[in-house]
């Protein structure tokens, strides 16, 4: 087992391990989740012997090899094939010393060790891995060298899956691998015969393929069984408990100080003053644990455009005369949800481009609404930011005429706080800098807004907060993601881009991931029982719960000023003096006004518990 005692380390001057202490079993899979630069990535430099702790010791079984994905990414003339194949350093060793070897009793060792260790299938199951993270078998006989930095890190992935380490340690794993690498990624880390511990923000993958999640938080390590939906329950139910007993504690606290202020100059009582005293210096303080606020997304709603907003009609879009994609017939409305699924390399950020008139098409027509305002982001926008310039220096190059005040005010709907606004770009974190992508993109209320890849630096809260962003949105999402969680809450149609076309994808996410896996070999693990679908409402659906709510607050207010007047009529002594059968009329009012009032507020009160329950808020 790895087993992590009273690590402490600080790094830079900043503590980020105090007494922090785990035990992962062996064979486990365990994902490491925490909120960015708390120190997850310094934790496996220290499991790796990089690092020295300053105090306390991690220890690992006695041989065990740890491995992770290397940081210098393959390249040459080596095939990538070769290049997986050469990982397994000690089959390597073997074959060679086979070729040289004149001892029988060794030649004997040799091939048994080699049969042992699955050297002769070592071949098929370097190429089951490669094509699971996106090469066929033409791809596998290429150089290195002919590959992009992106896709030579997926060789480098594949290079330590096949090596299999006693200790996996994978950092953000999925951040190069499209939605299809990450969907064999889950299946192939459940199956796993070792220990795996994984830094990730996809709940998806941290729900299907680990079986526990070790949490860091204020420079602690807690272990807890189960995938990330588990601990996310768990851990909520832990700080409700906390924060219930935190609550019994201060009003026990106030009620015994109140004692011992009243009657401490009494001598009568002055004992029980000082016992109490006592017992208040003995009750130790209730820790709640609790995360930093997450900064809400901002899309500004556009207006309303007579549908469809856009439509391709016979479109074909490619590069230097040679079409990726053709005979595209599509249409897309203000409310649409789209997902595009896909390999790399078939077109997705093509048609991206298509539609947000980045690329002219080649043959066919897209057809705009006159009005149409189309935000996009890709990934890679996060790097051509102006590092030498502040967030609010962006805004004002987009919009030298308004003030700073209502920049700044954008900026802060959008996340990016007033002490970031003025951070150069260069010195924020990856996190910081997508928000101010995605601020950029939507500034100007866009009637369709393109996403690619937009959570490869967001932590898991981030991600949610995006999602609600997304889902209280009034205009249309086309997505591109390796994130399943996401695409699963937010879109409500897929489009399959394959074969140099485009197609309706009728099922699923999990019928694509069923697809997927069937089409690269083998069927994955048995899959965990379904749990209940924490279905997102849309706000379709939350529209009339909150319309209702403002019924209901409107006939309570108004049956309050009815009731106030009522009150103000009976408080009149003459009215009796005049006419006590007028006055029991106005007291029988009063009494039905009440009654009604009493009905309007439980009505309110079940008009907000259905929207709560529908997993809005009021």
């Given at each position: 087992?790895?087993?992590?005692?009273?690590?402490?380390f600080?790094?830079?001057?900043?503590?980020?391990?105090?007494?922090?202490?785990?035990?992962?079993?062996?064979?486990?899979?365990?994902?490491?989740?925490?909120?960015?630069?708390?120190?997850?990535?310094?934790?496996?430099?220290?499991?790796?012997?990089?690092?020295?702790?300053?105090?306390?010791?991690?220890?690992?079984?006695?041989?065990?090899?740890?491995?992770?994905?290397?940081?210098?990414?393959?390249?040459?003339?080596?095939?990538?094939?070769?290049?997986?194949?050469a990982?397994?350093?000690?089959?390597?060793?073997?074959?060679?010393?086979?070729?040289?070897?004149?001892?029988?009793?060794?030649?004997?060792?040799?091939?048994?060790?080699?049969?042992?260790?699955?050297?002769?299938?070592?071949e098929?199951r370097?190429?089951?891995?490669?094509?699971?993270?996106?090469?066929?078998?033409?791809?596998?006989?290429?150089?290195?060298?002919?590959?992009?930095?992106?896709?030579?890190?997926?060789?480098?992935?594949?290079?330590?899956?096949?090596?299999?380490?006693?200790?996996?340690?994978?950092?953000?794993?999925?951040?190069?691998?499209?939605?299809?690498?990450?969907?064999?990624?889950?299946?192939?880390?459940?199956?796993?015969?070792?220990?795996?511990?994984?830094?990730?923000?996809?709940?998806?993958?941290?729900?299907?393929?680990?079986t526990?999640?070790?949490?860091?938080?204020?420079?602690?390590?807690?272990?807890?069984?189960?995938?990330?939906?588990?601990?996310d329950?768990?851990r909520?139910?832990?700080?409700?408990?906390?924060?219930?007993?935190?609550?019994?504690?201060?009003?026990?606290?106030?009620?015994?100080?109140?004692?011992?202020?009243?009657?401490?100059?009494?001598?009568?009582?002055?004992?029980?003053?000082?016992?109490?005293?006592?017992?208040?210096?003995?009750?130790?303080p209730?820790?709640?644990?609790?995360?930093?606020?997450?900064?809400?997304?901002?899309?500004?709603?556009?207006?309303?455009?007579?549908?469809?907003?856009?439509?391709?009609?016979?479109?074909?879009?490619?590069?230097d005369?040679?079409?990726?994609?053709?005979?595209?017939d599509?249409?897309?409305?203000?409310?649409?949800?789209?997902?595009?699924?896909?390999?790399?390399?078939?077109?997705?950020?093509?048609?991206?481009?298509?539609?947000?008139?980045?690329?002219?098409?080649?043959?066919?027509r897209?057809?705009?609404?006159?009005?149409?305002?189309?935000?996009?982001?890709?990934?890679?926008?996060?790097?051509?930011?102006?590092?030498?310039?502040?967030?609010?220096?962006?805004?004002?190059?987009?919009?030298?005429?308004?003030?700073p005040?209502?920049?700044?005010?954008?900026?802060?709907?959008?996340?990016?706080?007033?002490?970031?606004?003025?951070?150069?770009?260069?010195?924020?974190?990856?996190?910081?800098?997508?928000?101010?992508?995605?601020?950029?993109?939507?500034?100007d209320?866009?009637?369709?807004?393109?996403?690619?890849?937009?959570?490869?630096?967001?932590?898991?809260?981030?991600?949610?907060?995006?999602?609600?962003?997304?889902?209280?949105?009034?205009?249309?999402?086309?997505?591109?993601?390796?994130?399943?969680?996401?695409?699963e809450?937010?879109?409500?149609?897929?489009?399959?881009?394959?074969?140099?076309?485009?197609?309706?994808?009728?099922?699923?996410?999990?019928?694509?991931?069923?697809?997927?896996?069937?089409?690269?070999?083998?069927?994955?693990?048995?899959?965990k029982?379904?749990?209940?679908?924490?279905?997102?409402?849309?706000?379709?659906?939350?529209?009339?719960?909150?319309?209702?709510?403002?019924?209901?607050?409107?006939?309570?207010?108004?049956?309050?000023?009815?009731?106030?007047?009522?009150?103000?009529?009976?408080?009149?002594?003459?009215?009796?003096?005049?006419?006590?059968a007028?006055?029991?009329?106005?007291?029988?009012?009063?009494?039905?006004?009440?009654?009604?009032?009493?009905?309007?507020?439980?009505?309110?009160?079940?008009?907000?518990?259905?929207?709560?329950?529908?997993?809005?808020?009021?």
């Open positions: 087992m790895l087993t992590i005692r009273n690590l402490g600080s790094l830079g001057g900043r503590q980020l391990f105090e007494d922090a202490s785990a035990v992962i079993p062996t064979g486990h899979k365990v994902g490491l989740v925490g909120r960015n630069g708390t120190g997850k990535s310094t934790l496996f430099r220290l499991i790796r012997g990089e690092l020295h702790a300053d105090t306390g010791e991690i220890e690992t079984p006695k041989r065990a090899r740890i491995g992770g994905v290397a940081q210098e990414v393959p390249s040459g003339p080596v095939s990538l094939l070769e290049t997986v194949l990982a397994d350093t000690e089959r390597a060793h073997l074959l060679a010393e086979a070729g040289t070897a004149s001892d029988p009793h060794r030649i004997a060792e040799i091939q048994t060790r080699l049969a042992d260790i699955g050297a002769h299938s070592a098929a370097a190429a089951t891995i490669l094509a699971g993270l996106g090469f066929d078998a033409e791809a596998q006989q290429r150089p290195c060298s002919a590959f992009s930095g992106g896709w030579r890190m997926r060789v480098a992935l594949a290079a330590v899956l096949f090596a299999e380490p006693d200790i996996l340690l994978l950092d953000e794993p999925t951040n190069y691998l499209d939605l299809e690498g990450t969907l064999w990624l889950e299946s192939f880390l459940a199956r796993y015969p070792h220990t795996v511990l994984v830094i990730s923000h996809d709940r998806q993958l941290l729900n299907r393929a680990v526990g999640i070790l949490h860091l938080h204020d420079r602690k390590l807690t272990y807890y069984q189960g995938d990330y939906d588990t601990f329950e768990t909520r139910a832990r700080i409700a408990v906390a924060e219930a007993e935190a609550r019994k504690q201060e009003a026990q606290r106030a009620h015994m100080q109140a004692f011992v202020d009243r009657f401490r100059a009494k001598a009568t009582k002055a004992r029980q003053a000082q016992s109490r005293l006592k017992a208040l210096a003995k009750l130790k209730i820790i709640v644990e609790r995360d930093a606020e997450v900064a809400s997304f901002n899309f500004p709603d556009p207006e309303e455009l007579s549908p469809p907003i856009l439509r391709l009609e016979g479109a074909a879009a490619g590069y005369g040679r079409p990726v994609l053709k005979d595209l599509l249409r897309i409305d203000q409310d649409d949800r789209i997902a595009l699924l896909g390999q790399n390399g078939q077109g997705k950020s093509t048609l991206a481009k298509l539609i947000s008139a980045r690329l002219r098409p080649m043959a066919g897209v057809i705009a609404a006159p009005k149409l305002r189309i935000g996009y982001f890709a990934q890679h926008q996060v790097d051509e930011l102006d590092i030498d310039a502040t967030p609010l220096a962006h805004l004002q190059r987009l919009r030298p005429a308004e003030p005040a209502k920049l700044r005010a954008h900026l802060a709907a959008g996340g990016i706080g007033a002490e970031i606004a003025t951070t150069e770009v260069g010195r924020l974190s990856g996190g910081q800098k997508a928000r101010l992508s995605l601020l950029l993109a939507t500034l209320a866009p009637h369709l807004v393109i996403l690619d890849e937009p959570t490869n630096h967001l932590d898991i809260e981030s991600r949610e907060a995006l999602v609600e962003a997304l889902l209280g949105y009034s205009g249309a999402v086309i997505l591109i993601s390796h994130d399943a969680h996401l695409i809450l937010v879109a409500d149609r897929l489009w399959l881009v394959k074969d140099g076309t485009v197609r309706v994808f009728e099922d699923d996410i999990e019928g694509y991931r069923r697809r997927l896996l069937s089409e690269r070999g083998g069927n994955g693990p048995a899959p029982p379904a749990k209940p679908k924490k279905t997102r409402p849309s706000p379709r659906d939350i529209a009339p719960l909150r319309a209702e709510i403002s019924r209901c607050e409107d006939r309570v207010a108004k049956l309050e000023e009815v009731l106030k007047t009522v009150d103000a009529r009976i408080a009149d002594p003459s009215l009796y003096e005049r006419s006590p007028e006055m029991e009329k106005w007291l029988r009012k009063r009494a039905e006004i009440e009654e009604g009032l009493a009905r309007a507020e439980a009505l309110w009160i079940e008009a907000v518990e259905r929207l709560e329950a529908a997993g809005g808020t009021p």
